[in-house]
């Protein structure tokens, strides 16, 4: 059962680039009570939070993407969507979609971000 990430690409630095996830059938009618978020992981570097929207849709985001990426759900169209502008060489990675309900956690496979200095 795997979130279908999407919308990852080579960008020059100061672009944007939107991301976006679909649920699974799986987790689809039960998708708002989920929490949603986006992690990435750069070359040779652990995983970490980017941004993550709750099931009441408070939303979190790491001090490095504050002001340049926002992070939203679609509860209808059981979707979650990561907008990135002025993106930087250090947001490239691959970025993965996470979803959360208690103990139960699902990822994605992962879109790739290439940002060019």
């Known amino acids: 059962v795997q979130l279908q990430a999407s919308g990852g690409g080579l960008v020059q630095a100061g672009g944007s680039l939107r991301l976006s996830c679909a649920a699974p059938r799986a987790i689809t009618s039960v998708f708002n009570t989920y929490d949603m978020g986006w992690y990435r992981q750069a070359p040779g570097k652990q995983r970490e939070l980017v941004a993550t929207?709750?099931?009441?849709?408070?939303?979190n985001y790491a001090d490095s993407v504050k002001g340049r990426f926002t992070i939203s759900r679609d509860n209808s169209r059981k979707t979650v969507t990561l907008r990135m502008n002025n993106l930087e060489s250090n947001d490239t990675g691959v970025y993965f979609c996470h979803a959360k309900r208690g103990l139960t956690e699902n990822w994605g496979q992962g879109t790739e971000v290439t940002v060019s200095s």
């Open positions: 929207v709750t099931s009441d849709r408070r939303t």
